[in-house]
């Protein structure tokens, strides 16, 4: 049977790689050992399924589908998805509303593929009912959700992967420094021996054939992010496809792209976000919570 | 004899750098290059010294960077 | 939301990301090492055999305040003790020369080349850079230099411009660096071949021997200044490999004499009958090309370059320096140095005047414009320490073999050794954190 990944002698390194998340995925093992490589990049995939698996909104017969299709009637759920909704409660609680997984009801309205077609005001007013973390309640065991509503995990689920994989990883070769890098989103498990970093090219979004700058990792993750192709351009002014859950509409005055580093790859994208969320003070935001970051604008 | 080894090595970086245009790398093959001591400057504070101790005993300076403002030893 | 109420959220996400994943917060910021100040101190002792011995200590530090805006300043401390080589010939008798403060005399053995024995001096160097990008691609970087010592200052100031093309892969840069020094020697400046005074008794008094000293000398400070003009590309070969390539010209307009060098003026029999005061030109146009080529193997680096320089005093030269570093582990290296060096004689330069002949516009006797091959034979040992920082050590043999540039020696001179080899050993400790 054929692999779904593919393993790659570097130097001083061996590199795995796969494609899953809608997005590119890589591990960078800090041995020579081909075998051990293997064996981690296959730990690495078949967790990355499980989740997408679990978590994707596109997929049928996960649990996000049958929460979405539940119709306002309760829904058991298991410790995970508990956990992750507490994660994205806090994120709502934090943010003061602006991260609402429930507002992913909003693509109805926008299509943000690069061209000039806003929706009507009627439609994405339409759609307002429909938001609102605060309308759905659950505990340990069940989740209930107003009929209309929806739950997308797509602003978390594939920092939470990385993160994920990153302890699978740990915990399969608890010894061995492994970078994990979805798409830009990078979790890194152990420090490297000898003080040795991983380095990374950061990509500007804008020209793809150049990088920004290479930056040295030792630990910890980084995540990324941006609208570099999803956006709309309307007379002269950009939307991005961060949207303000309290308007329905673009967060005006958003840089491009927002780079963090944190100690976890899930709390960096979680940062990167809120901060695209700021608008215009995304900058001054990033600068309160004296986290390496760059932007883009 | 050796002048001409020297200029040969020149006329050779000018032709290959200005011929191929698939010289160089993609950002993400830069791991080697990222490296401290693989930086131009790598030791700088060697060759500081280094610079200063040559500027007073040698005819010659500079070539590599500025070597700017003098001092009373030359 | 407010900005105000803002300032925990990362901690709330740090807190909220571990119980996510069922981890316990580590209290250990993230990151990489390109964040605060990076400092570099060193300290070396250069000895000369029997001659200039000097302590030089360095502190560089830099800081990338983020977007690549990047300071970096430099002090550096330099004292300086023993005797150097003043230019005049050995004689088969003692010879008695006068201080180049015109206070007191010192003597010189028979058979031994004469050395000033006066040099003592504390110069401090300080350095200060700011680079920043100013559009997509393009950095500008300026900067300025200061360098005092007692009788000496320097002041420059720099800028540059330099534009990535090519995916970074190539870099083209283009800057320029003007100095102004001022010099002003305990003593005055000598007045160009003019006849150095020792009092032999010949003074009815003491003032009359100040008056015949005061003479050959100039009142007040004189200064040289330096346009230096620089050219370069930078290019990515490969994975492995980055090459550099340097053009740099140089204009020197001034006193560019030596204020403490003189000449022997020698009979037909080599015999030294007077000492003058040496006389150069006063401007110098300079030419180089310098070339470095790094490759990064699997343990370690290669460096390599190669610098050609000429100029209007007709001074040609050649130097070749590598290094090459083996990685011993993932955190100590080490690095042997070679490095040789051969210069042609300046046009004006001649080990002694004669009496028969004529004096010349110009003339200095200082091995330095004569011709001369140098070499360097250096190891260092550098390691990282578990903190992260480094520390390194370095020694270094240089070696300079001053050659006559055809002179024909008279008499005695032809027993005498004018171009004895100049040995130093260098002894460096670096620390950066």
Known sequence: MQQPFVLEHKTGHICGRFYAMASPCELLIDTDDMLVAQQLVALAYQETKRIEQKFSRYLPDNIVHQINSAEGNPVAIDDETFKLLSFADTCYQISQGMFDITSGVLRKA??????????????????????????????????????????????????????????????????????INFGGDIQITRARDGQQPWVIGIENPLNQDKAVKTLSLYHGGMATSGDSRRYLLKNGERYSHILNPHTGYPVKNAPRSVTVIAEHCIQAGLLATLALLQGEQAEAFLKQQQVQHWCMR | ?????????????????SGCASLGVQPWERDLLAKDEMALDADSVDSGLDDHIYFSKEATSGGKAFSGGGCGCN | MQLTQNKNISHALLAASCTLLGVTPVAQAAGNSEDGWKIDTALLLYSEQDRVSAVESVIAASKDFGDQHIFSGKLVIDTLTGSSASGAVPQDKVQTFTRPSGNGQYQIEANTLPLDDTFHDTRVQLNAQWTQPVMENTRVSSGVHFSKEYDYLSLAVNASLARDFNNKNTTVSAGFSYANDTIDPEGGRPVGFSGMVINQGQFSSEDAYKNAFDLTRQDGSDTKSTLDLMFGLTQTINRRMIMQLNYGFSKVDGYLTDPFKVLS??????TSVNTLYENRPDNRTKHNIFVQGKYAFDSGVADVSYRFATDDWDIDSHTVDSKFRFNLSDNSYLQPHVRFYQQSAANFYQPFLTQADPLPAFATADYRL????????????????????????????????????????????????????????????????
């Open chain 3, 370 to 433: 004569g011709e001369m091959t140098a070499f360097t034979l250096g190891l260092k040992y550098g390691m990282t320490l578990e903190s992260g920082n480094e520390l390194a050590f370095r020694v270094e043999y240089y070696q300079q073999n001053p050659k006559n540039n055809g002179t024909p020696l008279p008499g005695q001179l032809q027993q005498q050794d004018l171009f004895p080899s100049v040995k130093a050993l260098m002894a460096q400790v670096s620390y950066s954190f």
């Open chain 1, 110 to 179: 926008w299509r943000f593929d690069g061209s000039d077609k806003l929706p009507d005001d009627s439609l994405v007013q339409d759609l307002m009912p429909f938001i609102g973390w605060q309308k759905i309640h659950f505990d340990q065991h069940q989740l209930r959700m107003p009929k209309g509503y929806e739950l997308d995990f797509g602003g978390i689920g594939k920092e939470y992967a990385v993160d994920k994989v990153a302890q699978v990883c740990l915990q399969a070769q608890p010894t061995i420094s492994i970078l």
């Open chain 2, 1 to 17: 004899m050796k002048k001409r080894f020297g200029l040969a090595i020149i006329v050779g970086i000018v032709a290959t750098t």
């Open chain 3, 265 to 270: 003026v020698v009979d037909q029999s080599g």
